[in-house]
């Protein structure tokens, strides 16, 4: 019964590319969240979303822009991939707002070379 | 500013040894807190929140405001709880609400 679906769990790309990580939620929940995850890092929150077509900055946007057309499904878009970004990308939803049970979806490994 | 610090990267026990993973935070007011962990190959998942004040495969967890830690514990630990475990805190007001991670620990439990 999977509930957070992201769309490749390996992609490889070139530097200067656009990358599209797409995320689809099927539990109508309001909140959708993209980290990113690194050894020793931990879980970087890059945007966030509470509503369709809303969308807010987290810790480490730079690189990065979303989009949020419908409310179930959330993208995150790399608009000139670089190595620095190499990475697993982690996709979340929440029901909404302070509601902090996280739904994550099984991640997707972008290596950029 | 909120910050959650888990001071071990890794921590590694025998099976049958009690387990307690680290982490303090920094918040002003009432913070609400959560482990989440994650198994190899598999997703990240909740594991507890300190309001529910519920056990969880065995794990507990306290609020201790004092000392401003929420210390994950087992007194047995499994083999089966090998798992990068991460500490959470939430961030920000209403709509602009997430949840902020410590770095997380791997905990590795031999047989």
């Known amino acids: 019964d999977v509930k957070v679906t992201q769309s490749s769990r390996y992609l490889v790309k070139r530097t200067g590319e656009k990358v599209f990580l797409e995320c689809v939620q099927d539990m109508d929940h309001e909140n959708m969240f993209w980290y990113r995850q690194d050894p020793g890092l931990g879980l970087r929150l890059i945007y966030f979303?509470?509503?369709?077509?809303?969308?807010e900055k987290g810790d480490i946007p730079e690189g990065y822009s979303v989009s949020r057309e419908k409310k179930e499904r959330f993208s995150l878009i790399l608009e000139s991939a670089s190595t620095n970004q190499t990475s697993m990308y982690l996709c979340?939803?929440?029901?909404?707002?302070?509601?902090?049970?996280?739904?994550f979806g099984s991640g997707t490994r972008l290596t950029v070379v | 500013a909120q910050r959650v610090t888990q001071p071990e990267k890794l921590l590694s026990v025998f099976k049958g040894a009690p387990v307690e993973l680290k982490c303090n935070y920094s918040?002003?007011?009432?913070?609400?807190l959560f482990w989440y962990v994650q198994y190899s190959r598999q997703r990240l998942q909740l594991l507890l929140r300190h309001i529910s004040r519920e056990s969880i495969k065995g794990f507990t967890a306290d609020l201790n405001k004092g000392e401003t830690s929420f210390h994950l514990k087992k007194p047995f630990a499994q083999e089966e709880d090998s798992a990068m475990y991460y500490c959470?805190?939430?961030?920000?007001?209403?709509?602009?609400?997430?949840?902020?991670f410590g770095k997380g620990t791997k905990l590795s439990v031999k047989p």
């Open positions: 959470a805190l939430p961030h920000g007001w209403g709509s602009q609400g997430n949840l902020i």
């Open positions: 979303s509470y509503d369709v077509k809303m969308k």
């Open positions: 918040y002003s007011g009432s913070p609400e």
């Open positions: 979340a939803s929440s029901l909404r707002a302070g509601h902090y049970g996280y739904t």
